[in-house]
């Protein structure tokens, strides 16, 4: 720690670089400390980008100033009654001109390659929450066709942002970052400070020493480092997975007995691995269950520690259930019971909405939830009884679309409208795209795309069938991920 | 470049509104202005994502309106009511501080009815006085004037204007005739009819053969001096009243008086001093917050609220019946438009990416009983059942 100072090595930060970041920067009007609107920094840095120039070397060298370093902290009323604080939820502002700068360093990060594991799928480039899934399937699905048990426990970190400690922190990350950025994040996370405001009446000034930086960039980027090293504390032949904070450790074994004594060594080292981090663990709350080929599924607890974990038949994983023999069955019943809800709803809304209007809100908010991570749990091999259970809430919803209350139309007719109707077709159509941008991004593609490929049956002709598929409509997309 | 596009659509805008966004948006048009649209400013359905629409005046010319036009919602042209077209002739007129774009439609009339040319007379006179010079104009529209039908003088379109003096105004005003031939699709019609296009200021003008109804589209490009202050004003309004250029140079000018000392603290406190001086200087920061509160700022709404106002204050000093019924009715506007704004704004909480909104959106219709009045389009777009192309051979749905 000691060893670093301020005033060493200049980053040569420059009004092209600066510019360029500015682009992307999300015209926001909330203000932080200095009363300065996100939206007034962008324009400003894209008008004239010179004006930062100096301030942001100067910063490199001697310090961030302590203005930047001091949060408001608003409550934000969530729902429930609004005399309990409970039911708030707390947001911080930060200056905007320090979100620029931070914007820089983080670039500069980004430039060095991926630090923080492959095992990270969070706030990444081309990775989200199906990439995980499919990782996690994949590995599962590998070792049943070995005729292996395997075992998957998730773990349950309470505030983990929060607890971050930046001595530690310091300390994991110094091989991979060079000196010059490695002094900036040191200033960064050191004295910082929160105010709250309620109604424009402002607290005293209290000091923050643990934690990410809330609402900052960099904050889900120091997060990610910070819990860089978990695959390498952990046995070699545990395969993890994980989003942000949700990790999924799962191993494999041909007994029951070897597998069980693994998996409470590896629970074992994480807990203790996360404890010298400082993270707090709940081990009573931790999620286990068993794939198995066969339908007898062990329930008999395992002693951790001083703790008890019970095994179950199904289990969550950012979003959608995995059932233990990986049939599907419980998330197309969860997916029936939720869309139906919402059809019912949709229907109220023909009065108002036009057609087209209609046919849009069914395909981003019926289709978009119905069809999340489907890439995952749908394919061309699943059973008789899902792909049923889909089609008759499908054409209902298409229905809808048309305003077709009294089934006048058949399915065909339904087909020849909506070009791309079955399930199977959307299902198709989400893949090829993840593929797609994946393949275009890196050259040799990550091991994800291969999986993709393989799901698919479909090598070359990937492109065209791709470009044959017409969208409904772009937006489902975008709101595929969120509709959770 | 900015452009003004005239359009015939041939009686009632309602089926072709998908032709008219064609217009606007390929061509990236300002203003368009659309003929014989055939519809009332109750009907608020007829829009295009990305402009708003603009009526007649109904007290004016008639309970129908014949003439539209969709101006793109950046656009700095602001409709002018201070000009009023002849009655005779039914008109459109939008300025900006240096342009002036007007659109004129003339109602067809029996062939004895020789009223044309001095209406247009008037409508020339009144622009000129009040413009006196200082503005571009830019007039066009379908002004339906027969000639030609029965006498062979009329056969000329120049004659027929030396005739009415037309040419005699236009060169007395510097202003270029620039279609100088009736402009349609039909040969039969050829003859008859009369679309003109008179400019003030230099420009590109073409004729677009593809929209096509009975008539063909006009568009008028130009690139003057002024457009560099049109695009400034824009982007003012935009930002709701702030330029950035104008800032960050009077920033950067601040900051050479005052240099940088190397002490971050300090630098970081005058930067934002100066940005926020500067900012407090030219565009004061509650414009912008205001701005942000009403997402859907409504130009007629403010208006009647006005009016409104400046009649309670009389209405206080001295309380008659007279005042009072006007305040009834104008009472009555005000909801009526706030009905609609109320109706933006869903649409926007529908149109929009988050999940949790639209929902609670939905939760709030749901609770509603009596709401024929609100009626909703999503991205402003109307469709029929026959606007789906594959469904008008559906004998089932045609039933």
Same mark, same amino acid.
């Given at each position: 720690m000691k060893d670093y100072k301020i005033g060493? $090595?200049?980053?040569?930060? $420059?009004a092209v670089e600066i510019k360029k970041l500015a682009s992307k920067l999300k015209p926001k009007l909330c203000q932080g400390e200095d009363g300065i609107p996100m939206k007034i920094v962008k324009d400003l840095s894209l008008a004239?980008?010179?004006?930062f120039v100096n301030l942001f070397n100067s910063c490199c060298m =001697?310090?961030?100033? $302590?203005?930047?370093?001091i949060a408001i902290v608003k409550p934000l009323h969530k729902k429930g009654?609004?005399?309990?604080? *409970?039911?708030y939820r707390p947001f911080s502002n930060l200056s905007s001109i320090s979100k620029l700068f931070e914007k820089i360093i983080l670039a500069r990060i980004d430039a060095?390659?991926?630090?923080?594991?492959?095992f990270q799928h969070g706030f990444?480039?081309?990775?989200s929450t199906t990439s995980a899934m499919l990782e996690l399937q994949d590995f599962i699905a590998t070792e049943l066709d070995k005729n292996k048990i395997v075992g998957t426990y998730s773990i349950d970190l309470s505030a983990a942002f929060d607890l971050l400690r930046p001595d530690i922190f310091l300390e994991t990350i110094r091989e991979k970052i060079p000196l010059g950025i490695m002094q900036v994040l040191m200033d960064f996370t050191s004295n910082r400070s929160f105010k709250v405001d309620v109604h424009g009446i402002m607290s005293k000034q209290k000091e923050l020493s643990v934690g990410c930086v809330q609402g900052s960039i960099l904050g889900p980027r120091l997060f990610t480092l910070y819990l860089s090293q978990l695959a390498s504390k952990l046995p070699k032949e545990v395969h993890v997975v994980s989003y942000a904070d949700d990790t999924y450790v799962s191993t494999s074994g041909h007994n029951m007995i070897d597998l069980k004594n693994s998996l409470v060594e590896t629970m074992l080292q994480h807990d203790a691995y996360l404890k010298t981090i400082g993270m707090v663990t709940n081990v009573s709350k931790t999620e286990l269950t068993y794939f198995s080929r066969s339908d007898v599924q062990d329930t008999i607890p395992l002693l951790v520690g001083n703790d008890f974990v019970k095994p179950q038949k199904t289990l969550k994983v950012l979003g959608i259930t995995f059932d233990h023999d990986l049939s599907w069955n419980s998330h197309t019943s969860k997916v029936k019971q939720k869309a139906s809800m919402a059809l019912r709803k949709l229907k109220f809304l023909g009065k108002y909405v036009n057609l087209n209007g209609m046919r849009k809100i069914i395909t981003t908010h019926l289709f978009g939830m119905m069809y999340y *991570?489907?890439?995952?749990?749908?394919?061309?091999? =699943? $059973?008789y009884k899902t792909i049923r259970i889909l089609e008759s809430i499908h054409y209902k919803g298409l229905r809808t679309a048309i305003k077709? /209350? /009294?089934?006048?139309?058949?399915r065909d007719r339904l087909n020849d409208i909506f070009q791309r109707a079955t399930p199977l077709k959307w299902m198709k159509y989400a893949t090829a795209k993840a593929a797609i941008n994946m393949l275009q991004q890196d050259s040799?593609?990550?091991p994800i795309a291969s999986i993709l490929r393989s799901k698919l049956y479909i090598n070359d002709r990937i492109q065209t069938e791709y470009q044959s598929m017409i969208p409904l409509d772009s937006r489902l997309d975008e709101t595929h991920s969120t509709t959770d | 470049m900015s452009r003004i596009a005239y359009w015939n #659509? #041939?009686?009632?805008i309602a089926n072709k509104l998908n032709t008219a966004e064609h217009i606007a948006k390929i061509h990236n048009v300002e203003i368009l202005f659309v003929f +014989?649209?055939?519809?009332?400013?109750?009907?608020?359905?007829?829009r295009i994502p990305g402009y708003r629409t603009e009526f007649t005046d109904t007290h004016i010319y008639?309970?129908?309106?014949r003439q539209i036009a969709f101006i793109k919602l950046t656009s700095p042209f602001l409709r002018s009511r201070s000009i009023t077209v002849p009655s005779d002739l039914e008109g459109l007129v939008f300025e900006t501080a240096k342009i002036r774009a007007v659109g004129v439609y003339r109602p067809f009339k029996p062939?004895?009815?020789?009223t044309n040319a001095s209406h247009f007379n008037k409508l020339i006179q009144t622009l000129t006085e009040t413009a006196k010079t200082r503005k571009d104009i830019c007039i066009g529209g379908d002004f339906n004037i027969n000639f030609g039908k029965f006498s062979?003088?009329?056969?000329?379109i120049e004659t027929w204007a030396l005739d009415h003096n037309i040419i005699q105004l236009v060169n007395e005003h510097t202003w270029? &005739?620039?279609?100088r031939n009736p402009v349609t699709s039909i040969p039969e019609l050829k003859k008859s009819q009369l679309d003109l296009l008179f400019v003030n200021t230099d420009g590109k003008h073409t004729v677009l053969?593809?929209? %096509?109804?009975?008539h063909k589209c006009l568009m008028f490009e130009f690139k003057s001096k002024t457009e560099q202050i049109i695009r400034q004003k824009a982007k003012r309004r935009n930002y709701a009243g702030y330029s950035p250029q104008t800032i960050s140079n009077k920033v950067k000018m601040d900051i050479q008086n005052q240099s940088? %000392?190397?002490?971050t603290d300090f630098d970081a406190d005058l930067l934002t001093n100066v940005i926020t001086d500067a900012l407090d200087l030219y565009h004061p920061l509650r414009t912008i917050r205001m701005a942000r509160a009403t997402d859907v700022i409504d130009q007629d709404l403010e208006r009647v609220k006005k009016q409104r106002k400046r009649l309670m204050k009389k209405y206080h000093k001295d309380p008659t019946e007279m005042l009072l019924s006007k305040i009834k009715h104008l009472n009555k506007l005000v909801k009526k438009q706030i009905n609609s704004v109320k109706v933006q704004q869903l649409n926007l909480k529908l149109e929009g990416k988050n999940p949790r909104s639209f929902w609670n959106t939905v939760a709030e219709l749901e609770?509603? &009983?009596? +709401?024929?009045n609100l009626i909703l389009n999503i991205n402003n777009k109307t469709t029929t059942i026959f606007s789906f192309p594959r469904l008008n051979n559906c004998p089932e749905i045609t039933k």
């Open positions: 060493h $090595t200049p980053l040569n930060i $420059t004239n980008p010179e004006l =001697s310090g961030i100033p $302590t203005s930047w370093k009654p609004k005399d309990s604080i *409970a039911n060095l390659g991926e630090l923080d594991g492959s990444k480039k081309n990775r *991570a489907s890439v995952v749990w749908l394919s061309e091999l =699943s $059973t077709d /209350y /009294y089934m006048l139309l058949s040799e593609g990550p | #659509c #041939c009686g009632g +014989e649209a055939d519809c009332s400013p109750q009907h608020s359905w007829i008639g309970s129908k309106c062939i004895n009815d020789n062979p003088e009329k056969e000329n270029e &005739r620039i279609i053969d593809k929209y %096509t109804s009975d940088l %000392t190397g002490d609770g509603k &009983r009596n +709401e024929e």
